[in-house]
Each structure stands twice: as structure tokens, then as C-alpha cells.
């Protein structure tokens, strides 16, 4: 299980010198990328009219753009709501940017108006990846981040 006060702390001295979102998305996935085991994938989409488009990310080039209520990520972006599914096969809509994909976890980032500004986005090569653990310290990661971050 990877420390995620750490990796949160980690994140917290990246937002204190620069929260701009290039920087701050581009190391928080890298980050991820590194204290992670078993994924094939990390990164974020931005909210940018009625879809998103993809954001800084590790792992392999990847879909641009995805609509609202599209895929994993875009449900997470329609319904405000964490995405922790254990077999993407299973999700109706799954869009397999690598086949490897077996299981994914995707958290939205929100403005400071609440609505939805992104989704963090993390995927496995392992069936049922993410555990409850996981959720909650990607919330708490997410948190930081849409707190500090300026688009
Ligand atoms: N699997 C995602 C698409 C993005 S890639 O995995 C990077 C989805 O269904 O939303």
C-alpha cells in the first residue's frame, strides 16, 4: 500500500511552488507513476466545453478527447462521483486506450464553484486493482489538489 500522507505531502511541496496546472498535474501524476505498483497508467483529463481533453499523464499516449458521460471518466464527470471499477470489461462504454486495462479508478477534481474541472484518472493491468484504501487516499490527493491548483 503506498503512503498516502506522504504522497500527499509530496504533492503539497510541488503546490507551494508553483500551483499552476501544468506543473502541478504533470508532477502529481508523476508521483502517482512512481509510488504506485502494478498500474499502466496515471494521469488527468480537463473539463473544456461539453468534453474533456486529455491533461499531463504518464504511461501510454492516450485518448484526447472524451465526452460527458463517455467511458469511465466521463461518468465520473457526469455524475460527480469516484469510479473504482474492478473489471473494466464489464464497465458499459469502457474506452480502451490500451488493451492491457483491466481495472481503473477515476476521481473528479472540482473549481471553486464545485462543479467538476477534471478527473484524475489510474489504470492497471491487474484485475480489481484498487481497494477502498486506494479511493480514499486518491480523494484526499484529489483534494489537495483542486484545492491549491488555479486553471
Ligand atoms: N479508460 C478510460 C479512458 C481513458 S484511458 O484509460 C487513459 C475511460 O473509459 O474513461
Redesign the pocket.
Known sequence: MPDYKLLKDQLKAFLDTDPFYVPAMSNASALLWEALPDIN?A?F?IVRGDR?V?GP?Q??P??IH?NRG???????WAEDAV?L?PD?HE?P??????SA?RS?I?VPLHDAGKNVAG?L?I?SPLLARFTEEDRAGLVQFAKELEARIYW
Not at 463517455?70 to 465520473?76: F, I, N, R
Not at 462504454?93 to 490500451?98: L, T, V
Open positions: 497508467w494521469g483529463y474533456l486529455l499523464f504511461g501510454k492516450a485518448c472524451i463517455k467511458g469511465v471518466c466521463g461518468t465520473a469510479q471499477v473494466v464497465f462504454g469502457h474506452i480502451a486506450c490500451d486495462s481503473e477515476v478527473v484518472d489504470d
